[in-house]
């Protein structure tokens, strides 16, 4: 998605040169008390408050994000219009606190995830506008590469767009035992063997001697 700000867009037609920054805010499950909790980076320094417009409500929201080199590198967003399914790939530091307990204390797969992006004055380096998602989904996984010697290091996260939510199918309606109960339709009363019936069209049965 691609929606900015006025200010911003003001700022990019003038020419006066841009100063990006990029910001990841993951709510994962804590794996010891169960409750969801969230933490955010930043390819900025210092750990700063920033009020960026919420993923899911669209709403300004102030939320904390760790910098210090936690977050190493983001995918391109691809830029679409349609329902499409995206998948972008994020580097965080391992070596970053921070970054150790969302992955290690936090069960991230699957964990709601939204991307940011904020662009700083070059003059001043404060945020010309609130941020504004570019992409909101969820954690497929975080595996932690291990590096060879003198390598470096990174947690990536493969993190999928939200609507592959859409693909995803309700087995409860696809069983008679569950849509009987919703005034008693019987659509699926048959679905189990209706596949093993034989069907004669236009002439007769002769397995059968009809």
Do not use: C
């Not at 700063?48 to 300004?60: A, D, K, L, Y």
């Not at 904390?64 to 994020?90: K, N």
């Not at 964990?111 to 700083?120: S, W």
């Not at 004055?121 to 003198?150: C, E, H, M, S, Y």
């Amino acid at each position: 998605m691609r929606d900015n700000d006025p200010a911003v867009s003001a700022h990019l037609q003038s020419r006066q040169g841009v100063n990006p920054r990029s910001l990841v805010w993951i709510t994962a499950k804590n794996r010891s008390s169960g409750v969801a909790e969230s933490l955010g980076f930043w390819n900025g320094d210092d750990t700063v408050e920033v009020t960026v417009i919420s993923g899911t409500t669209g709403f300004p929201v102030t939320r904390t994000y760790h910098g210090w080199g936690a977050l190493l590198s983001i995918d391109p967003v691809p830029l679409v219009s349609d329902l499409s399914i995206r998948t972008i790939q994020i580097g965080l530091s391992p070596i970053s606190e921070e970054v150790r307990l969302a992955i290690r204390q936090y069960d991230a797969r699957l964990a709601p995830i939204e991307v940011h992006r904020g662009f700083l004055g070059p003059d001043n380096q404060i945020l010309i506008a609130n941020p504004r998602p570019r992409f909101v989904g969820w954690v497929n996984g975080a595996p932690i590469d291990t590096p060879a010697a003198k390598g470096e290091g990174k947690v990536a996260l493969s993190v999928v767009s939200h609507t592959r939510a859409l693909t995803k199918i309700n087995p409860a309606k696809r069983s008679d035992e569950t849509q009987k109960l919703r005034g008693n339709d019987r659509f699926r009363k048959y679905s189990d063997v209706a596949g093993q019936w034989t069907f004669f069209w236009g002439e007769h049965n002769k397995v059968n001697g009809n």
